[in-house]
């Protein structure tokens, strides 16, 4: 099915698909947000693009998943666009191989060597931090948004369009996986709070609908973390455990199918809860047996001075 470009103000545009595509255009000039899952997506965007006469001269990758970037090279090989990102994101798009790496806490096994979390490098010619910037000749606004990914961007178009990224899911996709994976749910949640409290003209984000104020989609997916907090506190009531025994529960509470990437995106998004949770104060880790095991803090613990 060919991809359509799809207005949304006078500057802005999207492809809507399994990633929305931003696409911000003056003349037949254009600028890219993010680029697919791989080759292919690359090359259906670059048609999409041509049906107009349009080449892009710029990509903003939002942040350094697969999936976002993955179309980064074709598209530089054919049109010679050059690449901006985050400080952060910019170490793992230039060296994809710290994804399986980092998910797996050390040399991955073959089975995550895949596109859907190793994309081919691309090299990036920009770095953009918070703030306004001025790339190929487009006025945008980036804002930080933290928590799927630690250097997760957002894009404001001149447009006050808000390109959102992964910072929120769609209905859809809570409704199946509960909790999306997150890296950093401190970060997440305060992200969450930023964009509930914010005032944009619409939102896109990478995976759902614009709306005109996502209010009920952003509670869903605090709700969603919320939900996976309190569950985590729940399976710990019945004593110590360690990481893998609590996803254990978790996933088997989902009654969802695993397959070696899905195992360490859930083992990392339980992570990250745990660490969560014990930045404030609910649980603590102990050794014993040759195991980091984790626990509930009782009240006195928890309220104690430097606990």
């Known amino acids: 099915m060919a991809l359509e470009l799809k207005k949304i103000a006078e500057h802005t545009y999207m492809i809507a698909g399994a990633v929305n595509i931003g696409v911000l255009i003056n003349g037949d000039n254009c600028l890219l947000i993010d680029t697919g899952l791989d080759r292919q997506a690359g090359k259906q965007i670059l048609t999409c693009l041509n049906h107009d006469g349009l080449t892009p001269k710029a ?23 050059k690449v901006y990102a985050s400080p952060l994101e910019k170490a793992i798009i230039e060296n994809p191989y710290l994804e399986p790496f980092y998910l797996f806490s050390a040399a991955p096994v073959k089975a995550l060597k895949t596109r859907f979390l190793m994309a081919p490098a691309s090299p990036v010619d920009g770095v953009l931090e918070p703030g306004t910037s001025t790339v190929a ?151 014993n047996g040759g195991k980091m095991l984790w626990k509930t803090l009782s009240r006195q613990q928890a309220c104690a001075p430097g606990g």
């Open 59 to 81: 990509i903003i990758n939002t942040h350094s998943h697969a999936d976002h970037f993955g179309g980064n090279a074709i598209i530089r090989q054919e049109t010679g666009a």
């Open 137 to 287: 000749g487009f006025d945008v606004e980036i804002i930080s948004l933290p928590g799927h990914s630690p250097g997760q961007i957002g894009v404001v178009t001149q447009d006050n369009i808000c390109f959102t990224a992964d910072a929120y899911f769609g209905e859809s996709i809570i409704e199946k996986y509960g909790m999306p994976y997150t890296a950093d749910v401190s970060a997440a949640l305060s992200t969450l709070q930023a964009l509930w409290q914010s005032d944009y003209a619409k939102y896109i984000p990478s995976h759902g609908d614009p709306a005109g104020k996502p209010t009920e989609t952003i509670l869903q997916n605090v709700s969603a973390i919320e939900k996976t907090l309190e569950q985590i506190l729940k399976i710990l009531d019945a004593g110590a455990q360690t990481r893998e025994e609590i996803l254990s529960a978790v996933i088997t509470a989902s009654d969802r199918k695993l397959d070696p990437v899905q195992y360490v995106l859930n083992h990392g998004a339980i992570t990250a809860c745990l660490s969560h949770l014990h930045k404030i104060n609910k649980v603590e880790y102990v050794f």
